[in-house]
């Protein structure tokens, strides 16, 4: 069965209108005759929303009871036996209530897309996992309700549904979002104009990120490697030499003045392993890089503008900052610089050469082509071929020329043919070139007449010295490339059974000092070292061994011959000798070792999730059970106590006070599972403080409460507020002789202070249930709670002020 397709519609606020967008989408869907049908939709009492949904078929939500509290939920197995073509499900982030199958739900709707049910949904950007961090420090309000960041990135077509801040204001003061006594708190809160457009911009551009997903895939599947200038990228190309920091910070402010552009900076390691860069200038690049927020990357190849064009059009990179060459002018004439060369070869690509103090400097170093490079045999079999060839040619002349008399031309070339064959199989097409040409030349002077002279008497001969030369590069050509391709078939099985290895113990869950031992083992190193950097640190570069094998290991990237970035942070540091073939490998391998590390690192943190997670729902349990049990035997206490018997009174005064510190006990783990919903508006102090009084009801105890002639709202949870107010003036009628005071004041900027001040001091009251209680309450609402006895009991709370008197 084919997978559903999801839908989800993106909004910035609450009220931008995703749920009416998504409801438009199901009537113009059921217009064009697909089925669909409404799984959930919230309306929020929106008669323009719940109008859309008019016409539309809905599947009745399954009704549940939470601590005493219905609830609706979506259900999902009727949704599912219905089976339509299309449902229309809204809030996607929302988490369910105790009781149903799936915790979440955006699980539930992977249900429906799995059973091949198209999902049409809605979610704000503040419920992605990635930003919950980001909206806290915009907003100040934590999102409880949060949604993997992969589950949308998994979605066939997001739909961003947008309005300018003024707008949605403007939608929120004409009531078409929320009622009426929740305009004004939320105007001056979560809906100020700058928290609306620092959402807007986060929405925006995580949409902007998805885009660009979707069109790397997309040039990816059909093969397109022709630059599309959709989004500003400047590359800066380092050499690890002291320049690198200036070239740095230009490419930064080129960056800077494009909005939406990305700094990449590249540097390219030489093929042959011979690199002459300072690893700790590299690395000290690398950090600055990181810190302007760009993204440092490295490779390897033979030619460093090929390399550095390839990764510029597999980036789709529009700008190159490269630095002036250091080469002398008459170096620039015996070869082209690389600024020149990657000109030349950059296409639509703009090139930035930029001056530095180390440009043009004297003298003409020329970085001619390394030997062996290009044939694959590498410098040291390239060199001992020469030397071999330089050595064995003379040897073997003068062992034929003892024997002239018996030799004749056609044997003495074959033997020179056969040592021209050695030569390639060891180093190549150039040595054997070489020792084709000396064996000619040595087969003129001492076996062709005259001897001991250049000169050719005979035609035949040149002939044959020419066919030889000719048959001998042919020869020793094709023979160097067969040596070559065997070795590189050898050099691949070797690489593809090291991998698998690799691969075949990752799968199996094989511990990571393991792993790095057997890597240290592959290779033959000395030493090997899995380095993690502290991102905390801002100093500089702090690294931490996170595995090693081997003897005195390196503890810092700069300490080892060789190493290869793992991931963000993570470093392989190894010390030994590698070829340049080992190095990839090491690097695929360090890869492998990285999804290792992931993969612990991810299990760890289930495991103590999950630890957390049972050992919260056996407390909160067992929390539930006994308060439940206690209450019911506090009743029976209550009605038993409640009668005509005067001297029953004190017993059922305690018996009370137990059944309100378990109602305490019920509602503070409810705060603390977030279960306890807040209804925050403006409130009147003074309506507040009436309902105090009349909850501590008549007794004969005097209250002294002081006023100003004009105090402002506060905004606050009015039974919230009322019910921490009447439990702090009771613990203060409790605690002391003396009348209890309270004060209201106006402290700027635009915040009320409440104080409740009498009795004598009790240092332990400082953590009664009560009070901790009320502590909790008054900062979920936004405000502050202090213990301030001045001698004697007493507490501070403070609220923020509304505005309105």
Known sequence: MARGRLQIFLGAAPGVGKTYAMLEEGQRLRAAGSD?????????????????????????????????????????????????????????????????????????????????????????VQHLESLNDVVMQITGVRQRETLPDEVARRADQIELVDLPPEVLRRRMVHGDIYSPDRIEAALTHYFRVGNLIALRELALLWLADRVEEGLQ???AEHGIAALWETRERILVALTGGPEGETLIRRAARITARTPGSELLALHVTPADGLATTDPAALDNQRRLVESLGGGYHQTTGDDVVASLMDFARAENVTQIVLGASRRGRLGMMLAPGVGHRTVRASGPVDVHVVTHDEAAGTGFPVRLPHPGSRSGTGPRRFWVALAGA???????????????????????????????????????????????????????????????????????DILALSVFVVTAALI???????????????????EARAMTRMATAVAHGVDLPSLVEQVREEFGLASVSLLERDSGDTVGPRWYVVASAGEGPPERPYEADAECPVAEGLVLAARGSLSTDDQQVLGACAAQLGVAYEQGRLALRAAETDDLAE???TRAALIRVAGQDL????????????????????????????AQIVADLDDLSRLHGGALDLYLRPVDVNEVLTAVLDDIGPGGRTLDIRLPGSLPDVIADAALLTRVLTALVADALRSGVAAPALLAEEEPPDQVRIRVNGGRADPSRDDSLALRLARDLIEAMGGTFDTAGNGGFGVALTLPASGHR
């Open 631 to 658: 209450r019911e035997r506090l009743r029976s206490a209550e009605a038993a106590l409640d009668g005509p018997y005067a001297d029953a009174a004190p017993a059922l005064a305690s018996v009370r006070r137990a």
């Open 476 to 494: 020793g050509g094709t023979t160097g490339v067969a040596a070559r391709r065997s070795r590189q078939a050898v050099r691949a099985t070797a």
């Open 36 to 124: 669909v049908v409404v799984g959930f939709v919230e309306a929020h009492g929106r008669r323009p929303t719940a109008a859309m949904a008019e016409g539309l078929e809905t599947v009745e939500g399954q009704a549940l009871t939470h601590r005493g509290v219905p609830f609706t939920e979506m259900d999902l197995d009727a949704v599912l036996a219905r089976r339509p073509q299309v449902a229309l499900v809204d809030e996607l982030a929302h988490t369910n209530v105790p009781g149903t199958r799936n915790a979440k739900r955006w699980q539930d709707v992977e249900e429906l897309l799995d059973a091949g049910i198209d999902v049409a949904t809605t979610v704000n």
């Open 615 to 617: 050992a919260e729902r």
């Open 217 to 219: 895939r997309y040039r």
């Open 390 to 460: 330089v050595l064995l040619l003379p040897l073997l002349t003068l062992a034929m020329a003892a024997l002239r008399d018996h030799l004749d031309l056609s044997t003495v070339l074959v033997a020179y043919l056969l040592l021209v064959v050695v030569t390639a199989l060891v180093g190549g097409l150039l040595p054997a070139l070489v020792a084709a040409v000396g064996a000619a030349l040595l087969a003129d002077y001492y076996f062709v007449l005259p001897l001991h002279s250049p000169a050719i008497e005979q035609g035949a």
